[in-house]
Protein backbone atom coordinates (compact mmCIF):
# COMPACT_ATOMS: atom_id res chain seq x y z
CA UNK A 1 0.00 0.00 0.00
CA UNK A 2 1.56 2.93 -0.92
CA UNK A 3 2.02 5.77 1.10
CA UNK A 4 0.18 9.36 0.21
CA UNK A 5 1.82 12.94 0.06
CA UNK A 6 -0.24 14.20 3.37
CA UNK A 7 1.05 11.52 5.70
CA UNK A 8 4.50 12.75 5.14
CA UNK A 9 4.28 16.44 4.34
CA UNK A 10 3.89 17.72 7.85
CA UNK A 11 6.81 16.31 9.28
CA UNK A 12 9.84 17.89 9.93
CA UNK A 13 12.45 15.90 8.02
CA UNK A 14 10.53 16.47 4.59
CA UNK A 15 10.21 20.18 5.36
CA UNK A 16 11.70 22.29 2.30
CA UNK A 17 11.30 19.70 -0.10
CA UNK A 18 8.66 20.60 -2.99
CA UNK A 19 5.36 18.37 -3.77
CA UNK A 20 7.17 16.49 -6.59
CA UNK A 21 10.15 15.46 -4.33
CA UNK A 22 7.36 14.25 -1.84
CA UNK A 23 5.55 12.38 -4.07
CA UNK A 24 8.82 10.83 -5.24
CA UNK A 25 10.33 9.88 -1.55
CA UNK A 26 6.21 8.72 -0.51
CA UNK A 27 5.79 6.25 -3.32
CA UNK A 28 8.99 4.35 -2.27
CA UNK A 29 7.47 4.34 1.60
CA UNK A 30 6.58 1.63 2.91
CA UNK A 31 4.01 1.96 6.14
CA UNK A 32 4.70 -1.13 9.08
CA UNK A 33 3.04 -1.78 12.10
CA UNK A 34 5.07 -2.75 14.91
CA UNK A 35 4.86 -4.16 17.94
CA UNK A 36 5.84 -3.92 21.38
CA UNK A 37 9.33 -5.56 22.04
CA UNK A 38 10.07 -5.78 18.08
CA UNK A 39 13.44 -5.28 17.73
CA UNK A 40 13.69 -2.90 14.33
CA UNK A 41 17.39 -2.97 14.33
CA UNK A 42 20.87 -4.51 15.81
CA UNK A 43 23.71 -3.20 16.27
CA UNK A 44 26.42 -4.11 13.99
CA UNK A 45 24.61 -5.34 11.54
CA UNK A 46 24.17 -4.43 7.83
CA UNK A 47 22.09 -1.31 7.71
CA UNK A 48 19.41 -2.68 5.27
CA UNK A 49 16.36 -0.26 6.45
CA UNK A 50 15.44 3.69 7.17
CA UNK A 51 12.47 4.09 9.15
CA UNK A 52 10.71 6.91 10.04
CA UNK A 53 8.24 7.26 13.27
CA UNK A 54 4.59 7.69 13.05
CA UNK A 55 3.86 6.81 16.57
CA UNK A 56 5.24 4.74 19.02
CA UNK A 57 8.06 4.51 21.48
CA UNK A 58 11.76 3.40 20.63
CA UNK A 59 14.54 3.02 22.72
CA UNK A 60 18.01 3.02 20.63
CA UNK A 61 20.72 1.01 22.81
CA UNK A 62 24.25 1.84 22.39
CA UNK A 63 25.45 0.33 25.41
CA UNK A 64 23.99 -1.66 27.93
CA UNK A 65 24.57 2.07 29.98
CA UNK A 66 23.64 4.08 27.00
CA UNK A 67 20.53 4.57 25.37
CA UNK A 68 18.02 7.26 23.92
CA UNK A 69 14.39 6.77 23.56
CA UNK A 70 12.59 7.66 20.30
CA UNK A 71 9.04 8.93 20.33
CA UNK A 72 8.46 12.44 18.52
CA UNK A 73 6.41 11.72 15.15
CA UNK A 74 8.60 11.74 12.06
CA UNK A 75 11.84 10.79 14.29
CA UNK A 76 14.37 8.94 11.77
CA UNK A 77 15.83 5.58 12.99
CA UNK A 78 18.60 3.90 10.97
CA UNK A 79 20.60 6.79 9.34
CA UNK A 80 23.78 4.27 8.61
CA UNK A 81 21.72 2.85 5.57
CA UNK A 82 22.47 5.63 4.05
CA UNK A 83 26.04 7.26 5.32
CA UNK A 84 29.23 5.50 7.01
CA UNK A 85 29.92 3.00 8.55
CA UNK A 86 26.81 1.53 6.98
CA UNK A 87 26.27 -0.40 9.84
CA UNK A 88 23.24 0.18 12.50
CA UNK A 89 25.34 1.99 15.68
CA UNK A 90 22.54 0.58 18.05
CA UNK A 91 19.61 -1.56 18.51
CA UNK A 92 16.11 -0.33 18.44
CA UNK A 93 13.70 -1.76 19.77
CA UNK A 94 10.23 -0.89 20.19
CA UNK A 95 9.07 0.07 23.95
CA UNK A 96 5.41 0.15 22.70
CA UNK A 97 2.98 -0.51 19.69
CA UNK A 98 3.55 1.98 16.73
CA UNK A 99 3.95 2.37 12.88
CA UNK A 100 6.59 3.59 11.07
CA UNK A 101 7.73 3.98 7.39
CA UNK A 102 10.67 2.45 5.77
CA UNK A 103 12.55 2.05 2.89
CA UNK A 104 15.33 -0.09 1.95
CA UNK A 105 18.67 1.20 1.10
CA UNK A 106 18.40 0.12 -2.44
CA UNK A 107 15.58 2.40 -3.06
CA UNK A 108 17.03 5.08 -1.03
CA UNK A 109 19.57 5.37 -2.88
CA UNK A 110 17.62 5.32 -6.38
CA UNK A 111 15.42 7.82 -5.02
CA UNK A 112 18.55 10.08 -4.23
CA UNK A 113 20.62 8.81 -7.39
CA UNK A 114 17.67 9.29 -9.64
CA UNK A 115 16.83 13.43 -8.42
CA UNK A 116 20.04 14.94 -7.45
CA UNK A 117 18.57 18.09 -6.34
CA UNK A 118 16.48 15.59 -3.96
CA UNK A 119 19.10 13.76 -2.57
CA UNK A 120 21.49 16.75 -1.76
CA UNK A 121 18.53 17.83 0.14
CA UNK A 122 17.80 14.76 1.90
CA UNK A 123 21.48 13.91 2.71
CA UNK A 124 22.24 17.30 4.72
CA UNK A 125 18.97 16.63 6.73
CA UNK A 126 20.69 13.44 7.32
CA UNK A 127 24.47 14.32 8.14
CA UNK A 128 22.66 16.45 10.59
CA UNK A 129 20.45 13.98 12.28
CA UNK A 130 23.71 11.99 12.48
CA UNK A 131 25.75 14.50 13.86
CA UNK A 132 22.81 15.14 16.62
CA UNK A 133 22.57 11.58 17.21
CA UNK A 134 26.97 11.27 17.94
CA UNK A 135 26.80 14.13 19.36
CA UNK A 136 23.72 12.70 22.09
CA UNK A 137 26.20 9.23 22.30
CA UNK A 138 28.61 11.12 23.30
CA UNK A 139 26.94 13.20 25.62
CA UNK A 140 25.86 9.76 27.47
CA UNK A 141 29.11 8.03 27.68
CA UNK A 142 30.73 10.92 30.05
Not at 21 to 31: G, I, M, T, V
Not at 73 to 102: K, Q
Not at 110 to 126: C, E, F, V, W
Request: overall charge positive; cysteine-free; glycine content about 6%.
Amino acid sequence: MPVDVQTIEPLAFFQGLSYVELEQFASSLKPRSVKKGEVLLRQGTPAMTFFIVLSGTFTVTLTKEHSYTLDKRGTVIGWSTVIAPFEYTGTAMAETDGEVLSISSNDFFQLIQNNNALGKKIMQKIQKIASERRALSSKEKR
